[in-house]
Nanobody
Framework: QVHLLESGGGLVQTGGSLRLSCEASGRGFSEYAVGWFRQAPGKEREFVAGIIWSGYKTDYADSVKGRFTISRDNAKNMVFLQMNSLKPEDTAVYVC???????????????????WGRGTQVTVSA
């Protein structure tokens, strides 16, 4: 069993930056692919970024390419999401998730993820 805890959210102005962290407890996290998803009020949860177990491969939603960077530190059981040039449309609850099956690729589908955190709120003011 893996438990995920997000942190680093907050209120920031347009153009600002935030760094989200996802800390895992439990065995096996370093062998799982990890994804960041977000959900805004009244909208479905959407894929933001993902990283495979080794950190060698990443993937991003088109809406965040060039602005967000995902990384991981397996020695610390942590995954990070650096968010730059934030826009009001980035406002959402950001959630990290771990995929223990497809560890070698990034999945954009929520149903492929086995473990989920509770999320951290990111609010970008205009």
């Amino acid at each position: 069993q893996v438990h995920l805890l997000e942190s680093g959210g907050g209120l920031v102005q347009t153009g600002g930056s935030l760094r989200l962290s996802c800390e895992a407890s439990g065995r096996g996290f370093s062998e799982y692919a990890v994804g960041w998803f977000r959900q805004a009020p009244g909208k479905e949860r959407e894929f933001v970024a993902g990283i495979i177990w080794s950190g060698y491969k990443t993937d991003y939603a088109d809406s965040v390419k060039g602005r967000f960077t995902i990384s991981r530190d397996n020695a610390k059981n942590m995954v990070f999401l650096q968010m730059n040039s934030l826009k009001p449309e980035d406002t959402a609850v950001y959630v990290c998730a771990a995929d223990r099956t497809h560890f070698y690729r990034v999945s954009v589908t929520t149903t492929n993820y086995d473990y989920w955190g509770r999320g951290t709120q990111v609010t970008v003011s205009a």
